[in-house]
């Protein structure tokens, strides 16, 4: 159990919140929401014990450990890594069995870790909290360079784990499947919603409204008192000027209401971004054919035709960014990669990297639109999250998500037909995930995205492509081979139950039949004991009962036979549809 006694945590110049009182129990599953910069990553490391600078009570009663967003090493190699925390025998086993579930081989259990890509290593430090097993886990944005296959996983064990978690995500869709109770930090206040996530969403939705409603009210009520004072003075007698006097009292108690209302749990204004429209292409808008590069990738080949929004999907390391490369021109490469009629292509990826570091967000904007007044490029900045001062922040002080945003926003003002994007939503929070959906929603052009968010390309994509073994395939939907392996699990089991029915039918009619082939002999004899009977009989009374007897044992007895006739003839039926089927 963990306990948070008045726990305030503030910066120089910033508050982040403060007196927050909670418990958080053995098995609570909680996401920690919040826009970039509001605290959620120095709460989580306020509990871990690594932020030691807050005032109040954290109080941990178990083992809780700590993954943080930037994926540090205590070894290495996996093995040693995992090997460092693995001290019972049992735990040794577990080491081999979790590392081969995850999917490494054995001959990279020796490798150095610093080889290993950013989903590789999130997947290790994943893999070994539960070697450690903690009562309790707190994970920082765990879903960022995980492909959708290793989301999937990571789901299950979360789902598998015994004890409790908190974490800080981005990602939707895995929030929707892991999480049941959502702690949002607002306006220098923390909330907390003890219900799934679109109860949660429904919740926050309902206490915006009526925040919303009570300032209204408050504030129209402030207006009337003015109006009705200012009435009162022009009038001027002295009755009026009593009036006057005693409303202005009315209109000071209103006024230190509404400064010391409670904080508003704010609804930042709506990130929408409106996209210029882009030039028509042709229908034709890029066609790969026949590209294979340095044994990765082998003969790939599809089109993108005009409007489509295409992802681009498949495990860490299959090659997807590398096909953006190539296709951006960046790699050399077998095969042709053809833009069609007046395509016109931005690779966001690109303009990351060209944004100065020493530009302000301001500065950014004002070169793709130098003819403008400042109120517009402020305007502009703000629709993708850069509001206020914070449009003179830095490129350098920005997060990686913000960069994102602020590159695909300067991307959008040169008008491109042809939008390529390589895991944009990486290190961004989350309303700037649903203005990017938004965007792309809106957006005119042609669209393709490398991205394992699966909400966000289920939302935004028409099509999906996934790069298996070097090769690409069209797929109906983003989780296609992780449910076509579903499919083939319950396949199996259904197989499976099916042959332990088939047994247990077959079990079942050999029983009835050995008890009815019983019956038949029981039925005989006594049918033989009546026929000797009889015949020593000159009883004519006694005769007739013998004889009725008899008819009545020889009618079970045709029933008996036929019912054995009939079992014979399904377990033959059986047999022979079981051997058709194996």
């Given at each position: 159990?963990?306990?948070?006694?008045?726990?305030?945590?503030?910066?120089?110049?910033?508050?982040?919140?403060?007196?927050?009182?909670?418990?958080?129990?053995?098995?609570?599953?909680?996401?920690?929401?919040?826009?970039?910069?509001?605290?959620?990553?120095?709460?989580?490391?306020?509990?871990?014990?690594?932020?030691?600078?807050?005032?109040?009570?954290?109080?941990?009663?178990?083992?809780?450990?700590?993954?943080?967003?930037?994926?540090?090493?205590?070894?290495?190699?996996?093995?040693?890594?995992?090997?460092?925390?693995?001290?019972?025998?049992?735990?040794?086993?577990?080491?081999?069995?979790?590392?081969?579930?995850?999917?490494?081989?054995?001959?990279?259990?020796?490798?150095?870790?610093?080889?290993?890509?950013?989903?590789?290593?999130?997947?290790?430090?994943?893999?070994?909290?539960?070697?450690?097993?903690?009562?309790?886990?707190?994970?920082?944005?765990?879903?960022?360079?995980?492909?959708?296959?290793?989301?999937?996983?990571?789901?299950?064990?979360?789902?598998?784990?015994?004890?409790?978690?908190?974490?800080?995500?981005?990602?939707?869709?895995?929030l929707r499947s892991v999480c049941n109770k959502f702690w949002e930090i607002n306006n220098e206040t923390i909330w907390t919603f003890d219900m799934p996530y679109d109860r949660y969403h429904e919740e926050r939705?309902?206490?915006?409204?009526?925040?919303?409603?009570?300032?209204?009210?408050?504030?129209?009520?402030?207006?009337?008192?003015?109006?009705?004072?200012?009435?009162?003075?022009?009038?001027?007698?002295?009755?009026?000027?009593?009036?006057?006097?005693?409303?202005?009292?009315?209109?000071?108690?209103?006024?230190?209401?509404?400064?010391?209302?409670?904080?508003?749990?704010?609804?930042?204004?709506?990130?929408?971004?409106?996209?210029?429209?882009?030039?028509?292409?042709?229908?034709?808008?890029?066609?790969?054919?026949?590209?294979?590069?340095?044994?990765?990738?082998?003969?790939?080949?599809?089109?993108?035709?005009?409007?489509?929004?295409?992802?681009?999907?498949?495990?860490?390391?299959?090659?997807?960014?590398?096909?953006?490369?190539?296709?951006?021109?960046?790699?050399?490469?077998?095969?042709?990669?053809?833009?069609?009629?007046?395509?016109?292509?931005?690779?966001?990826?690109?303009?990351?990297?060209?944004?100065?570091?020493?530009?302000?967000?301001?500065?950014?904007?004002?070169?793709?639109?130098?003819?403008?007044?400042?109120?517009?490029?402020?305007?502009?900045?703000?629709?993708?999250?850069?509001?206020?001062?914070?449009?003179?922040?830095?490129?350098?002080?920005?997060?990686?998500?913000?960069?994102?945003?602020?590159?695909?926003?300067?991307?959008?003002?040169?008008?491109?037909?042809?939008?390529?994007?390589?895991?944009?939503?990486?290190?961004?929070?989350?309303?700037?995930?649903?203005?990017?959906?938004?965007?792309?929603?809106?957006?005119?052009?042609?669209?393709?995205?490398?991205?394992?968010?699966?909400?966000?390309?289920?939302?935004?994509?028409?099509?999906?492509?996934?790069?298996?073994?070097?090769?690409?395939?069209?797929?109906?939907?983003?989780?296609?081979?992780?449910?076509?392996?579903?499919?083939?699990?319950?396949?199996?089991?259904?197989?499976?139950?099916?042959?332990?029915?088939?047994?247990?039918?077959?079990?079942?009619?050999?029983?009835?039949?050995?008890?009815?082939?019983?019956?038949?002999?029981?039925?005989?004899?006594?049918?033989?004991?009546?026929?000797?009977?009889?015949?020593?009989?000159?009883?004519?009374?006694?005769?007739?009962?013998?004889?009725?007897?008899?008819?009545?044992?020889?009618?079970?007895?045709?029933?008996?036979?036929?019912?054995?006739?009939?079992?014979?003839?399904?377990?033959?039926?059986?047999?022979?549809?079981?051997?058709?089927?194996?």
């Open positions: 159990m963990i306990s948070l006694r008045s726990v305030s945590i503030e910066f120089p110049g910033k508050m982040l919140f403060s007196n927050f009182n909670a418990t958080i129990f053995p098995k609570d599953r909680i996401g920690l929401m919040g826009k970039n910069g509001s605290g959620k990553s120095t709460l989580m490391k306020a509990i871990a014990g690594v932020f030691k600078d807050y005032h109040g009570e954290i109080n941990i009663s178990g083992k809780v450990l700590y993954m943080d967003q930037y994926r540090t090493f205590d070894a290495k190699t996996p093995f040693e890594y995992y090997m460092n925390v693995a001290d019972t025998p049992e735990k040794e086993k577990q080491v081999r069995s979790i590392l081969k579930g995850l999917g490494f081989n054995e001959e990279d259990w020796h490798r150095d870790i610093s080889t290993f890509s950013g989903g590789e290593r999130t997947k290790l430090q994943l893999g070994r909290l539960f070697v450690e097993e903690p009562d309790f886990l707190l994970l920082d944005e765990p879903t960022n360079f995980l492909d959708i296959e290793a989301i999937e996983f990571l789901k299950k064990l979360l789902l598998s784990f015994k004890g409790g978690y908190m974490i800080i995500s981005h990602d939707r869709d895995f939705k309902r206490i915006i409204e009526t925040q919303q409603r009570q300032v209204a009210n408050l504030q129209r009520e402030i207006q009337r008192l003015r109006e009705i004072i200012e009435r009162y003075k022009k009038w001027g007698r002295d009755k009026f000027q009593k009036q006057a006097k005693s409303r202005e009292k009315m209109l000071e108690r209103m006024l230190e209401e509404l400064e010391n209302m409670p904080a508003l749990y704010l609804e930042e204004e709506e990130k929408r971004i409106e996209i210029p429209v882009p030039e028509s292409s042709g229908y034709v808008v890029l066609e790969v054919k026949n590209v294979s590069w340095n044994g990765l990738l082998k003969n790939v080949s599809f089109t993108i035709h005009q409007g489509d929004k295409v992802a681009l999907i498949g495990p860490n390391g299959s090659g997807k960014s590398t096909l953006l490369k190539i296709i951006a021109g960046e790699l050399q490469h077998e095969g042709t990669v053809t833009f069609g009629y007046k395509v016109n292509v931005a690779y966001v990826e690109q303009f990351v990297d060209q944004l100065d570091l020493e530009n302000t967000v301001f500065d950014e904007i004002f070169e793709e639109l130098p003819d403008q007044p400042d109120y517009v490029i402020r305007a502009y900045a703000g629709r993708f999250g850069f509001k206020g001062e914070n449009v003179f922040k830095t490129v350098a002080e920005l997060s990686g998500g913000e960069r994102q945003i602020l590159a695909l926003a300067k991307v959008l003002l040169r008008k491109p037909n042809l939008l390529i994007l390589d895991e944009p939503t990486n290190h961004m929070d989350l309303e700037t995930v649903e203005a990017l959906e938004d965007a792309l929603k809106e957006y005119k052009g042609s669209v393709l995205i490398v991205s394992h968010d699966l909400e966000l390309i289920r939302n935004v994509c028409n099509r999906f492509l996934t790069i298996k073994n070097g090769t690409l395939i069209e797929v109906e939907e983003p989780l296609y081979f992780s449910r076509e392996k579903e499919r083939q699990e319950k396949r199996k089991n259904f197989e499976f139950e099916e042959r332990k029915k088939f047994r247990n039918l077959v079990k079942s009619i050999g029983i009835k039949l050995e008890q009815l082939e019983e019956r038949e002999k029981e039925l005989s004899r006594a049918i033989d004991e009546i026929s000797k009977h009889m015949l020593h009989t000159n009883d004519y009374q006694e005769l007739m009962a013998l004889q009725s007897s008899k008819e009545e044992l020889e009618t079970q007895l045709l029933e008996v036979m036929e019912e054995i006739e009939k079992l014979k003839l399904e377990l033959k039926r059986l047999t022979a549809s079981n051997a058709d089927n194996s």
